[in-house]
């Protein structure tokens, strides 16, 4: 029984970069956390250690930031596609390229209502994430976000569930829901056309996912997910969505031993254990995945 190399990849990662649009008075700043990844004939270097095909780590570290100064930051999906397909232009071993890219976040600070020109602050938890595959002259964007924090005080219920010895969760028909979305969508072809508009696709998808919350009365969280990806999808250009949801518990605070009631307003919230929903949503007439999940980890 002979002994080979399979699949591997290598690459730098968590590369920070801030870059600074001084164009104007008014300055731009866009902080990401760029990952790229390579892969391709690399099989003499695990075997003897040869290391004439190998760009090293150091080098792709440095092709972000020049990037980022000759040709600008613009979208984390245009730029995670213009690193994929240099790295594959210009070294004949690189057969694939993936470039992860997460967006953090800035707001202008506002003084007497006025966005200041060049002070921000951090704008909430929620990230954008991007994550391009190059595969010779194939490409695939799977963009999406993490850390969206969301709840409603009313508008869900859960019931109707099996019960056996071991079940003490009571049913309600009232209860407060909330959750940390982490979202993936895929793009369809078009996305790769110039010109594309991923600013606006990105926000479409945040804005349907939040007011699909805030509107679905939820009989369970399996549910509102499957009502979020569904109205995620009404952007034609998206043909899947892959979401994963805790169901970040509120329990209600037994106040009768100091004499005092509870309606519904006095609550703990639990951070562990939760429970963990995932799920994709998917057009029937969709393109086959190919390469788009390929190194997305986790189930989204």
Not at 23 to 44: E, K, M, N, W, Y
Not at 156 to 177: C, K, M, N, Q, V
Not at 216 to 224: C, D, I, N, P
Not at 231 to 239: K, M, P, Q, W
Request: with cysteine; net charge negative; charged share 20%.
């Amino acid at each position: 029984m002979g002994i080979v190399l399979g699949a591997n990849q290598y690459g730098k990662a968590e590369v920070r970069l801030v870059h600074v649009d001084r164009s104007t008075p008014q300055h731009r700043i866009t902080d990401l956390t760029v990952t790229t990844q390579l892969r391709g004939d690399f099989d003499a270097c695990h075997t003897h250690g040869d290391n004439r095909a190998v760009v090293p780590t150091d080098t792709q570290r440095n092709t972000v930031y020049a990037f980022a100064r000759e040709t600008g930051v613009c979208q984390p999906e245009e730029f995670g596609l213009r690193l994929g397909r240099h790295f594959i232009d210009i070294n004949e071993a690189v057969t694939g390229a993936r470039v992860a890219v997460d967006h953090h976040p800035w707001a202008r600070i506002e003084v007497g209502g006025v966005g200041h020109d060049h002070a921000f602050a951090r704008a909430g938890a929620a990230r954008r994430t991007t994550i391009v595959t190059v595969d010779g002259a194939d490409a695939w964007v799977v963009s999406g976000l993490t850390g969206l924090a969301v709840l409603k005080t009313t508008g869900s219920e859960f019931h109707g569930y099996p019960r056996d010895r071991y079940t003490t969760l009571a049913e309600t028909r009232d209860r407060i829901l909330a959750t940390a979305v982490t979202a993936r969508w895929r793009y369809d072809d078009s996305a790769l056309d110039a010109g594309f508009d991923f600013a606006t696709a990105h926000t479409g998808a945040r804005t349907a996912l939040v007011e699909a919350f805030a509107e679905h009365h939820s009989l369970a969280l399996q549910q509102t997910l499957y009502a979020m990806g569904s109205a995620v999808l009404a952007d034609r250009t998206i043909t899947e969505v892959r979401l994963s949801m805790p169901n970040l518990h509120h329990f209600l605070v037994d106040l009768s031993p100091f004499g005092l009631d509870n309606p519904d307003t006095v609550y703990y919230a639990a951070d562990r254990p939760y429970g963990l929903i995932e799920a994709s949503v998917l057009r029937d007439d969709g393109p086959p995945p190919g390469g788009a999940w390929d190194s997305v980890p986790g189930f989204c």
